[in-house]
């Protein structure tokens, strides 16, 4: 399992991951799952990737390597594509056939075995930053104001804090701070999400890589955040009204 954030702000996009993947509680391992491609001056596009480890390591691997094949057949890709439309449409049918292949070549029965599910964010030059979340099937949904951050992956515990605490006008530094909150309060209830955690905070009309972190177990700040707010929630409760009894 893993959980996966991305939010749109009027200032820009932040994407955070975890990196723990596991079969089992003897079986844990940490993988990278936030991609970052850039053609500086003209499009950022990141990937977050949650669900079977092989399907989104392929789907990564494809992406990638149609972005340096000089193939006719490859020459529209994440970053010649006219649009993060575009952008998550391609992305999604990679998705979409690496998923149908899988399932081709085995003989394992069970529930979508192979399912994965993607968020994408970036900017493409003339036009405003656009964040997307790709479902298995290829489809997906754009965030839009109504609803202006994604998650996926093991989503129940965290989501509660960004329901109640996010703002699209917030600044970066706050979005940062509100995810950390959001991360920690999973880790502390799910052993499959996990520490290092990586960020990438886009700025709107960079174009271009923006602040890249990754956040590991021996963090001052994220310890800090982990401390304080466990303090902080047991104080609210403390300060709220006695329930009668009688």
Same mark, same amino acid.
Not at 16 to 32: E, H, L, Q, W, Y
Not at 171 to 197: H, Q, R
Not at 208 to 227: A, H, K, L, V
């Given at each position: 399992?893993?959980y996966?954030v ?6 820009? /996009?932040? /994407?955070?991951?975890?990196t723990?993947t596991?079969?089992g509680v003897?079986n844990?391992?940490t993988f ?5 491609? *850039?053609?500086?001056g +003209?499009?950022?596009?990141t990937i977050?990737?949650a669900g079977?480890l ?8 494809? $992406? ?6 000089q193939?006719?057949e490859?020459?529209r890709?994440?970053?010649t594509?006219s649009?993060m ?5 391609l992305?999604?049918a ?5 998923i149908?292949r899988?399932s081709? +070549?085995t003989?394992?029965?069970? *529930?979508c075995p192979?399912?994965?599910t993607?968020?994408v964010?970036?900017?493409v030059?003339g036009e405003e930053?656009r964040?997307?979340l790709?479902?298995? *099937?290829g ?5 839009? +104001? ?23 006008d917030?600044?970066?530094e ?5 995810l950390?909150v959001?991360?920690?309060?999973t ?5 499959s ?8 905070i886009?700025?709107t ?8 972190r990754?956040?590991?177990p021996?963090?001052?700040?994220f *310890? ?13 409760v403390a300060? $709220?009204?006695p329930?009668?009894?009688?």
């Amino acid at each position: 399992m893993t959980y996966c954030v991305g939010l749109k702000l009027r200032r820009g /996009l932040v /994407l955070m991951s975890d990196t723990r993947t596991n079969a089992g509680v003897d079986n844990i391992s940490t993988f990278k799952k936030l991609f970052v491609w *850039e053609s500086p001056g +003209e499009r950022s596009v990141t990937i977050l990737t949650a669900g079977n480890l092989a399907t989104t390591q392929s789907v990564i691997s494809i $992406l990638d390597q149609h972005t340096k094949d000089q193939d006719a057949e490859s020459a529209r890709t994440i970053l010649t594509a006219s649009s993060m439309f575009t952008v998550a449409q391609l992305i999604g049918a990679v998705l979409r056939d690496v998923i149908a292949r899988h399932s081709q +070549e085995t003989v394992v029965k069970a *529930e979508c075995p192979f399912s994965a599910t993607l968020i994408v964010g970036g900017q493409v030059k003339g036009e405003e930053p656009r964040l997307f979340l790709i479902y298995p *099937e290829g489809n997906f949904a754009e965030a839009a +104001e109504d609803t202006p951050y994604f998650q996926t992956g093991e989503t129940k515990y965290g989501r509660p804090i960004l329901v109640r605490a996010f703002d699209p006008d917030m600044s970066f530094e706050d979005a940062a701070k509100l995810l950390m909150v959001s991360f920690d309060s999973t880790i502390k209830a799910n052993l499959s999400v996990g520490l290092p955690l990586d960020m990438h905070i886009y700025r709107t009309g960079s174009l271009r890589t923006g602040i890249c972190r990754r956040i590991t177990p021996d963090d001052s700040y994220f *310890e800090m955040i982990s401390t304080s707010w466990g303090e902080s929630l047991r104080q609210a409760v403390a300060a $709220l009204p006695p329930y009668m009894l009688d």
